[in-house]
């Protein structure tokens, strides 16, 4: 027999039967909706008997299944195969409503218990563990994509909490995206199976991003799933606007990210000279983040002045460390995808100087980042290694990084030239007392002034005193050599280099004057920093600055 048009098929048919001939039959929740609907579609009503199958149905409903969450969350996934009977006779309505009162009066209830634990006068020895108030959240699982929208929707509209909204999304969304995932995209790219997984992934993320909280840079939604959902939206090729929500809502928070959550990977399956990274989205997020203060100009005016004080300019204000961390994890973001070797330089680029200057206050970690690009990408142009140069503030570089960059032949002369100057810059001053240390304003000096530990005893002796100076004289003259040397070695470079260049190209005038205008600077800087051999004796200004120590402890 052939019953398909009947709501549930056979074996509803098979129990209003067996109801009709008398048969005792059992309503349950697997049974009951099909019940509800079958005896509508044959009209099993009052008209014709009291306590009919519908009557009978109706009942069990009311008193079974609408006060109870999970109970109604179970009868509403059977309804998904029983439309469009079931949305006829309000079924589908009524058990949404009943879930979104329900849970509404259940958080309620829970805020109102918490309430009462805390209150000192309200202490009750022996109190039950309590039950997770989102219990209920994880049972929506089971629900098709377009019921549980409809369930969300309502539950957001009676005032449930956005905490809780966002763990039933997350919830909701690992589960339905579990199965979704293709093996090797390079076997099975242009299928019809990969074709279909891409337009399901494709769909529920849009409807997931469609149901996010209401944007904001405290929202309740983890970094690690908006930065899960975009890798998704981005692999599925989801739609221009589903994107460009999940980079906003990343780019609100992103002080909270770290390097796994913004390593996208680019939607490039099948293209051998693709990037590894989808650096453009990078760009955006990194953009709107550091536009968050325009954005929020109006709530500065609503501040009050001291609040203001605090928020304008100080390393320990909340916008200053946010600042500092999203600059750190950019560079840690440059360091990793230089590896790329088929990243173009004008996107390196672009990341290394999207950020403002007072936003490094070390350029360590830019530093290490083009250098590895350097060393990766050892072909790139002239006018491009100058430019990612150029993003580097050698005075901003530690010591270390000095040391480092002026022995690193993958950097420009030009760049080599200026670290040597402003460490000499450094060594300078530091020989000069630490006076006038407007470089590398933030580091510590590399040569502090000795303090005392003991109370009442600020001399230091004579002995201490020499073995100090002559501890820093040894230091500094070993600091001078090697820079002697470097610079030497760069005076050969620049001639041989000069030499052959003029020997292939006579006419050009050009390279005369650079040559003739950096022998001048390498000149200058042996005649400014008076450089003299290890083995000589101490200049004046050295002599002099240990006569005033010496005299200074003695008295």
């Known amino acids: 027999m052939n019953l ?25 929740l697997s049974n009951v909706a099909m019940l509800r609907c079958a005896a509508h579609f044959l ?3 009052e008209e014709f008997v009291q306590k009919n199958l519908e009557a009978r149905t109706e009942a069990y409903l009311k008193d079974t299944v609408l006060p109870n969450i999970s109970n109604s969350i179970s009868v509403l ?17 009524r058990l949404i409503n009943a879930i979104a009162n329900n849970a509404c009066k259940e958080q309620l209830a829970s805020g109102l218990l918490k309430l009462d634990h805390n209150f000192p006068m309200k202490t009750m020895p022996n109190i039950e563990p309590e039950t997770p108030s989102d219990w209920w959240g994880k049972s929506l699982s089971v629900l098709n994509l377009e019921f549980f ?7 957001k509209s009676k005032g449930l909490k956005q905490d809780m909204i966002s763990k039933i999304l997350i919830n909701y969304t690992h589960n339905s995206l579990q199965g979704l995932v293709i093996r090797d995209p390079h076997i099975v790219r242009g299928s ?8 399901k992934q494709r769909v529920i993320v849009e409807a997931m991003v469609s149901l996010l909280p209401t944007q904001s840079r405290r929202s309740s939604v983890p970094m690690a799933f908006l930065s899960s959902l975009l890798k998704t939206a981005i692999a599925s090729s989801a ?7 999940l980079e906003r809502r990343i780019g609100l928070q992103l002080d909270q990210a770290i390097l796994e959550d913004i390593l996208i990977p680019a939607n490039s399956y099948g293209n051998n000279h693709g990037t590894m990274y989808d650096t453009e989205s990078i760009l955006r997020i990194f953009s709107i983040f550091l536009n968050l203060d325009e954005d929020d100009d109006e709530d500065n005016r609503m501040r009050d002045e001291s609040e203001m004080a605090y928020d304008f300019d100080s390393p320990g204000s909340p916008k200053q460390s946010s600042i500092l961390k999203v600059s750190k994890l950019l560079d840690t973001y440059l360091a990793e995808i230089a590896l790329d070797t088929n990243l173009l330089p004008s996107k390196f680029i672009a990341l290394a100087e999207l950020l403002p200057d007072h936003a490094r206050i070390i350029s360590d970690g830019l530093y290490r980042a083009v250098d590895i690009f350097l060393k990766v990408h050892p072909n790139i142009k002239d006018s491009e290694r100058y430019r990612l140069c ?6 901003k570089l530690s010591q270390e990084a000095c040391s480092h960059a002026a022995q690193n032949e993958r950097l420009p002369v030009q760049m080599a030239v200026q670290v040597l100057y402003f460490e000499q810059i450094r060594l300078r001053n530091a020989m000069n007392g630490g006076h006038n240390q407007f470089f590398f304003g933030t580091i510590n000096s590399q040569f502090p002034q000795r303090s005392s530990s003991g109370a009442g005893s600020g001399a230091i002796s004579p002995r201490d005193n020499y073995a100090s100076v002559r501890r820093e004289n040894r230091e500094l003259k070993l600091e001078v050599a090697r820079m002697r040397m470097r610079l030497t070695d760069l005076e050969k470079d620049h001639v041989s280099m000069k030499q052959e260049l003029v020997r292939s190209h006579p006419a050009n005038k050009i390279f005369k004057s650079f040559t003739k205008k950096l022998s001048k600077q390498l000149n200058s800087l042996f005649r400014i920093n008076n450089l003299k051999p290890i083995g000589s004796k101490p200049n004046a200004e050295s002599r002099f600055l240990f006569q005033r120590r010496r005299r200074h402890s003695i008295s």
């Not at 150029?390 to 005075?395: G, N």
């Open 4 to 28: 398909s048009l009947i709501p549930g098929g056979p074996e509803a048919f098979e129990l209003a039967a067996k109801f009709c001939y008398g048969i005792n039959i059992e309503i349950t």
């Open 43 to 45: 009209e099993m009503t």
């Open 77 to 93: 996934h059977r309804c998904e195969c029983l439309s469009p009977v079931s949305e006829e006779i309000n079924l589908v309505n």
């Open 149 to 155: 929208q409809r369930v969300l929707t309502a539950v």
């Open 192 to 199: 019809l199976l990969d074709m279909e997984l891409q337009k």
């Open 239 to 245: 739609s221009t606007s589903c994107r460009s929500d």
């Open 390 to 395: 150029k993003t580097i503030d050698c005075q």
